[in-house]
């Protein structure tokens, strides 16, 4: 079970993401009253290195604390903040954790203790009912701020839609807490940004701010003007085999330094992202691609071309970042292509 409590521990909201774990010891489920039931579920930091949430939450509820004497929230609110140890290393997880948005209810990762936690957390939630669910996160790349969903269900994408017109529909990885919450209630991840922008951490907060204030999430078809939906097709990994970095480096893939300004932006067929000097393990290319149902597909994206590691497709990639810790310790990035013809429509 995680550590519950139904208040706000002394100094909590002056602490920032590194301190937290000597304040609460682990990872923390906090049930604050509200003036409407059930509550909106928030999880913070289940990567450690992200620390977007939950300054966006400790200024909305310091906010509220100015202005009321207390917290007076207009609906119950239900706080998970997960990875504290990791997050006083500023790190996304420790050497020998697994990562905390790969071990929710349904995931595919192998069992740890992680996952007791996590079924716990939802198993409290189902129990006590939940309005919606929004899961805090920033990256790396150079991406615009949006959310994803891993239903194409009306509820989900007006509340996807209240943060930005830019949605991601995914289905992998598994094992992340909007997948999992998506059994309860409406459900979104959010992507903020890079960490460390103001802006990303008051995008957030407003968009906290507006789900407590809702009354009823609609059911009605979103305008399809008032949305730009993708969906994530594939996810691009280097081989931990082959080696990388960016020019000057000579490794296995030079990799464009430009690929974060690839982010969210349809790349025509012949694209390079990056140079090829050597291919170890896999059929001629330092890199695989793999679709939803955990297939090979990399040959259907990529070739070599000229030395160059080249698209054979027109697709949309994101979260491509220069970070070479995240990339071998997540991804290079994911495929996208749009598509809003699958928004429901009004019949
Ligand atoms: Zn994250």
Redesign the pocket.
Known sequence: MPQQLDHLPEGLLETDSRGLDALLGAPTLIHLPGAREPALFVSVL??GN?PVGWDAVRALLAERIARFGEPLLPRALSLFIGNVSAAASGVRHLPGQPDY?RVWPGSEAPVSREHEVMAAVVRTMTERGCFASIDL???TGSNPHYACVNRLDNRFLHLATLFGRTVVYFLRPTGVQSMAMAALCPSITLECGKVGEETGVRHARDLIDAALHLAEIPDHPVAPHDIDLFHTVARMQIPDAASFGFPPDTADLVLNPEIEHFNFRELPPGTALGRVNGAPGRAGLPLEVRDEGGLDVTERYFGLEGGELRLRQSVMPSMLTRNQVVIRQDCLGYLMERYNDHVPRRD
Do not use: D, G, I, Y
Request: charged content about 15%; aromatic content about 0%; cysteine-free.
């Open positions: 289940m990567h992200e948005n996160h920033n990256n």
